[in-house]
């Protein structure tokens, strides 16, 4: 959270983050993700690098999954309901 606000005191013009929920407790990574949601919602384009895919898709409006390096598929956030749909996109 430290870290987030010290780059926010800078007025960035885009925001990156990542690993955020890194060694975080899940209540604690709620309250961050929801904060950056309303910092997005109110004009600041985030850009975010998360392997706890389902958190990082609840505040997406892009998703770009990356397999050794290279861009493996591009989703729409909004279609991916659950584990096994995202594994597909690696696994299938």
Known sequence: MLAIGRALMAGP???????????LAPRVIEEILEKLGDLNRDGLPIILVEQKAPLALKLA?????????????????????????LARFYLG
């Open 13 to 23: 013009k885009i925001l990156l983050l990542d690993e955020p929920s890194l060694g």
């Open 61 to 85: 409006r892009r998703a770009y999954l990356m397999s050794v390096g290279s861009i493996a598929a591009e989703i729409d956030p909004r279609t991916v309901k659950s584990h096994d749909e």
